[in-house]
Nanobody, 128 residues
Framework: QVHLVESGGGLVQAGGSLRLSCAAS????????MAWFRQAPGQEREFVAT????????DYADSVKGRFTISRDNTKTTMYLQMNSLKPEDTAVYYC?????????????????????WGQGTQVTVSS
C-alpha cells in the first residue's frame, strides 16, 4: 500500500506560480511512475505530467508544456509540480498518483485508470 499526501494548492492570480508537493509513504519500493492529474468541476480527471521513478524521464500534457515542471527529491519520497504562468483554465483539484511496476512495465502512462494509488487532492484556483 502506498499513501500519498498533496500540499501546496491555493489561490493565485493569472500569471503567477505555485509549487505542489506530493509526499509518498508506505510500500513505495515497487513504484514505477508517479503523476499529477487534475479535475475541474463537471469535467473528467485529466493527465498533467508524469515522472518515471527509476529513470527520471518525464512527460507532459500539451496544455502545460513549457509552463509546468515535474520533479522529485533525491530521497524519492516527494514529488513536485512547479506551475508557472498559471491561467484561469488551470483551476482544478490536483491529484498525485502512483503506479506499481512489474517486470516488463515500460513507457508513459497517461490515463487515470492506469494508476493504483491516489492522494486526496489539493485545490488550485487561478483568478483572472
Amino acid at each position: 500500500q502506498v499513501h500519498l499526501v498533496e500540499s501546496g494548492g491555493g489561490l493565485v492570480q493569472a500569471g503567477g506560480s505555485l509549487r505542489l508537493s506530493c509526499a509518498a509513504s508506505g510500500r513505495t519500493v515497487n513504484t514505477y511512475a508517479m503523476a499529477w492529474f487534475r479535475q475541474a468541476p463537471g469535467q473528467e480527471r485529466e493527465f498533467v505530467a508524469t515522472f518515471i521513478w527509476s529513470g527520471g524521464n518525464t512527460d507532459y500534457a500539451d496544455s502545460v508544456k513549457g509552463r509546468f515542471t515535474i520533479s522529485r527529491d533525491n530521497t524519492k519520497t516527494t514529488m513536485y509540480l512547479q506551475m508557472n504562468s498559471l491561467k484561469p483554465e488551470d483551476t482544478a483539484v490536483y491529484y498525485c498518483a502512483a503506479k506499481t511496476g512489474f517486470p516488463g512495465t515500460s513507457g508513459y502512462f497517461t490515463r487515470a485508470n492506469q494508476y493504483d494509488y491516489w492522494g486526496q487532492g489539493t485545490q488550485v484556483t487561478v483568478s483572472s
